[in-house]
């Protein structure tokens, strides 16, 4: 017997409808051990446009599958940016039926053609690229803060409905112990080190020059990189202002030449291992609890690398390896307390940053992939142009 579908467009006004939408995930991995249990509050940033600008830039929509008992069974989110021809996807989420996933990329298909699109990208979190992107395809393991796990069908899901690889997330991990460095990193590192016109340290979370420290360097690291819009100094600000509570200054390392600012290597403590108890909620009880946890120290022994950056006219001269042989002048002090590093979203289009996570002691951990749907038959599709050869 043919199940029946139900698709039902969720209004931006509709509170109830944008509840179902981001617990739905609740109900589908339930009992799962390894789902990363993301802050309601987290995801609602993402799919609220006058809560992220960037949905300001183009339509949004947000849909949920119903079966005929009016059960959830799958959920996704669209966005159509107004001067670009490349629409975007994301947070889907579906039961293990393949009508499900086809019922919601069929309806997120025909509203991108309506739109002018020529093609999708998705999984991603519509913003930057620091959370909630890429379908994981390898490395069923439990996730690190706001990076996603999803069960091995989704990956057949994409690939069956037509998407096509656009490039991988690799995610290296690496035991924080001492002596696991690559020779020639501490060797360069350490000629940077001592040479005067260069400088590493890090940051502390009140200093007023940090916000455009990060907004100088990203957009410039990453300006080559397809799909990467720069940002402004008030958005610098705001991710800034959102991890000021969770930052631990040993992980928030930045490169000078001259006292201009041109490379960081911004970790975090996986808070992620405290939220997970709380069940989507961060009320005052909550907020409470990880405070408490999180001052004591004991909850967390997971650093995120965030992200990790050099500007062109500087990288592959040492400065890369220099963050790095700093980083482990820290982690050699005896009150440290994180015991792995997660190296989240290397691209497999940036070969250089692969080969330096593997000489810094870093092995394949899990893959996302980043996939692309051409909908309209002059769309010429090519992968994720190679950069930092």
Request: aromatic share 16%; net charge positive.
């Amino acid at each position: 017997m043919t199940q029946t579908l139900i698709i039902k467009t969720i209004d931006s006004t509709d509170n109830q409808g944008i509840d179902q939408f981001i617990r739905f995930p609740y109900t589908l991995y339930k009992g799962n051990p390894l789902w990363g249990n993301p802050l309601d509050e987290d995801v609602k940033k993402r799919i609220t446009p006058t809560l992220n600008p960037y949905l300001q830039k183009g339509d949004f929509q947000l849909w949920i599958v119903q079966d005929e008992s009016k059960t959830i069974v799958g959920r996704i989110a669209a966005f159509a940016p107004f001067k670009e021809k490349i629409g975007q996807l994301g947070f889907f989420e579906c039961t293990e039926n393949y009508s499900v996933a086809k019922l919601l990329f069929d309806t997120v298909k025909k509203w991108m053609l309506n739109h002018k699109m020529e093609a999708i990208d998705g999984p991603v979190n519509f913003g930057m690229r620091d959370e909630f992107w890429g379908c994981l395809v390898e490395g069923e393991y439990e996730p690190v803060y706001n990076m996603p796990y999803n069960p091995p069908y989704y990956k057949e899901y994409f690939e069956k409905y037509g998407f096509l690889n656009y490039f991988n997330q690799i995610t290296y991990l690496r035991p924080l112990e001492l002596g696991i460095l690559h020779p020639l990193v501490t060797r360069a590192g350490r000629r940077i080190l001592k040479n005067k016109d260069f400088t590493v340290h890090t940051i502390g979370k009140d200093d007023p020059l940090l916000p455009s420290y990060f907004r100088d360097i990203y957009n410039n690291a990453w300006a080559e990189f397809d799909g990467v819009p720069p940002i402004t100094l008030e958005e610098a600000n705001k991710q800034m202002a959102m991890i000021k509570p969770i930052i631990d200054k040993r992980l928030l390392i930045f490169g000078f030449y001259k006292a201009q600012p041109i490379s960081f290597f911004i970790m975090m403590p996986d808070i992620g291992q405290i939220f997970k108890r709380f069940n989507g909620k961060f009320g005052w009880w909550e907020k409470l609890k990880f405070f408490f946890l999180f001052k004591q120290g004991k909850s967390i022994d997971r650093v995120i690398g965030r992200i990790f950056g050099v500007i062109p006219e500087f990288q592959g001269k040492g400065m890369e390896a220099a963050m790095v042989v700093h980083f482990e002048d820290i982690v050699s002090q005896p009150d440290f307390p994180y015991k792995t590093l997660e190296l989240n979203w290397i691209g497999d289009f940036n070969p250089t940053m692969m080969k330096v996570s593997k000489m810094i002691g870093g092995t394949e951990h899990k893959k996302h992939t980043t996939y692309r749907l051409p909908i309209v038959d002059h769309f010429d599709f090519h992968r994720a142009k190679v950069v930092n050869k």
